[in-house]
């Protein structure tokens, strides 16, 4: 599972194209055929290179391809499209799901906008570079990243003025769970405890519900002290 944290993100899209791949995705055509309809639907939005090369790479991983430990969410969010009157918590909690270097970004804006209320771009970059390593991908990255994350309207700010935070997005209680799943993904965990969840810098741009409603992904359990642990089905 560690190997995905080689993984970056490098473009700064917008929700209405990650929308593009979620419909392709949903639509149950075969896995050569989506890739195929992305490319051409694709080709409204950026360059044909890009529709081709990394942005239909990129997307095909969130959506069409997803790593085999975030296949689950990605089922559930292509099953349940209803429970996301905002698609831009789906498409946030997908990105986390598969890409724990866009967790790592949130995480980083989340915890200083609690503490700090804003940070500089530069700030950013030198956080994520100083555990992905020094790398003109990560760092490109970073920016690539950020640039998504105003796009998506949960940060705003960036260049020569400090980052802070954007609008706080309503998830509805029966995603709160495939959130949670979601983020324990991002964090390469197995399991995490409800407290951890509540308070993740991950979902800063969330308002998280209770994790009562039913999902078939996630299984709770006690520890010692009274504890309460949610962990990925199958996973011991």
Known sequence: MNARKNQVFERALAPE????AFRIAASGQPYAEQRQLLSVALRDYTTEQEARDKTK???TRVWINPPPEA????QWAIAHPDQFPDRRVMHLGALLATFPFVG??????GRAFAIDGSI?????KNRIVATWGARKTVEYGVIKTAGLLRKFGIVDGGGLKPMVKGSVLEAPSAVAPWLAHALILTRLQQ???ASTIAEAAELFWGRLGPLAVSYPWLESHHEGGGRLVYQIRGNS
């Open 120 to 124: 500089q771009g530069p700030e950013l």
């Open 71 to 74: 296949l689950p969410v990605i």
């Open 57 to 59: 790479k990129l997307l």
């Open 104 to 109: 790592a970004v949130v995480s980083i804006l």
């Open 17 to 20: 194209i990650f929308e593009v």
């Open 191 to 193: 399991s995490m405890d």
